[in-house]
């Protein structure tokens, strides 16, 4: 058997300024517009190990320390399966060689804070790498993608574009660096947690709702693509305000499509409303655009701003009642392979597993 070397990896978040809402492939998580996002520091990230063994009769899945059987815990389980089969034949790896994956958030997967991404992105980089398959970021990132869609797009660090492609495949829809992570450091991503609870509708689900049952949405695919210019023209001129006021409208935008869709999904709360206005009462008060909120499908509030304005928002966050915790996170520079894997970690049970199959 070729050995493949065991390997971790660790990925981030990331936060759309420009939104992905609505594909034209849901099998391949084909968007119809392009989007734009900022990949989130390590603060927040995942770590997956991954290990090929034939001392397994099928490929085996850890998450948070909980070994998943099929159907449960994550319904992007299928397409986790799906993409380790695909890099596996991609590889040339016999079928009698299994995959030991396991994966850990540092944040919970209740806090409201998307781990589909950041997950998709660590499993496919570790993949890339234990299988000696020598990827581009281009092709890791169309592996990301059927993951999970906004995975594409931690594949990268900095300020990231997602082309939507127009190939039926997909090879053309894949994520590129639009600015290093050093281009603008002082970007910030304020988050206002206002939920533990897990979304009531899955973002899988509310892209086919939006998409077709949407009047306003029908306007949105074109007018994304024109944001996605102009944001990037203040993204290269650093000019905050400009670029602010597109991240915000942006969110509006896509809020109000989900809200126009039948059966209407709401994903903000009160407190989200609150957050709102108590940043447009900031921005008032300053006379200019210096922080700009925007959701994700979810209540909980990204405020994205730059560093010397970080103390003034969180002070204007945490005057919001409501608001359960608040986390300052940075400009991250993607994932990266680590050394310390979570199957040497005695206290795991994926560590206590592998040391008692491998011995036998
Ligand atoms: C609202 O990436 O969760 O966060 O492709 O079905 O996995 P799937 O959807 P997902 O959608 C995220 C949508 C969003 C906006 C965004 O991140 O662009």
């Excluded at 084909?30 to 990949?39: E, G, H, I, R, V």
């Excluded at 660090?157 to 053309?172: A, P, S």
């Amino acid at each position: 058997m070729v050995e493949y070397e065991e390997r971790t990896a660790v990925a981030t978040p990331n936060i759309a300024l420009i939104k992905y809402w609505g594909r034209r492939d849901s099998a391949l998580n084909l968007p119809f517009n392009s989007s734009l996002s900022m990949t989130l520091d390590f603060s927040l990230r995942t770590k997956t190990s991954v290990l090929f063994t034939n001392k397994v009769r099928k490929d085996i899945f850890y998450l948070n320390h909980r070994q998943i059987s099929n159907g449960s815990v994550s319904e992007k389980i299928d397409n986790v399966r799906k993409v380790v089969k695909e890099m596996k034949e991609l590889a040339g790896v016999t079928e009698s060689v299994k995959a030991v994956i396991a994966s850990e958030n540092s944040f919970p997967m209740d806090s409201g804070i998307a781990s589909s991404a950041s997950g998709g992105a660590a499993l496919v980089y570790a993949l890339n790498s234990s299988l000696n398959l020598n990827l581009s970021s281009k092709e890791m990132s169309i592996f990301a993608r059927k993951i999970s869609g906004s995975a594409c797009r931690s594949v990268l660090g900095g300020i990231v574009k997602w082309n939507r492609g127009k190939r039926e495949d997909g090879l053309d829809s894949y994520a590129e660096e639009v600015l290093d992570y050093k281009g603008w450091e002082e970007l910030t991503d304020i988050i206002a947690i206002v939920s533990y609870r897990r979304k009531a509708i899955p973002s899988s689900v509310g892209h086919d709702i939006t998409s077709v049952t949407s009047p306003l949405y029908r306007i949105r695919p074109e007018l994304a693509e024109e944001s996605i210019k102009r944001a990037l023209k203040f993204i290269r001129d650093r000019d905050f305000e400009g670029l602010g006021e597109i991240i915000m409208r942006d969110s509006n935008n896509m809020h109000a499509a989900m809200l126009d869709s039948w059966p209407p999904i709401i994903y903000m709360n009160d407190t989200s409303i609150k957050v709102i206005h108590a940043i447009e009462r900031l921005n008032e008060s300053e006379g200019r655009i210096i922080a700009a909120y925007t959701f994700d499908a979810g209540p909980n509030a990204h405020v994205i701003t730059v560093r010397p304005q970080a103390e003034r928002v969180r002070k204007a966050l945490e005057s919001v009642r409501g608001v359960k915790k608040i986390l300052k996170v940075g400009v991250g520079q993607g994932p990266k392979l680590v050394e310390e894997s979570l199957f040497s970690n005695p206290r795991y049970p994926e560590s206590r597993f592998l040391r008692e199959i491998l011995a036998a």
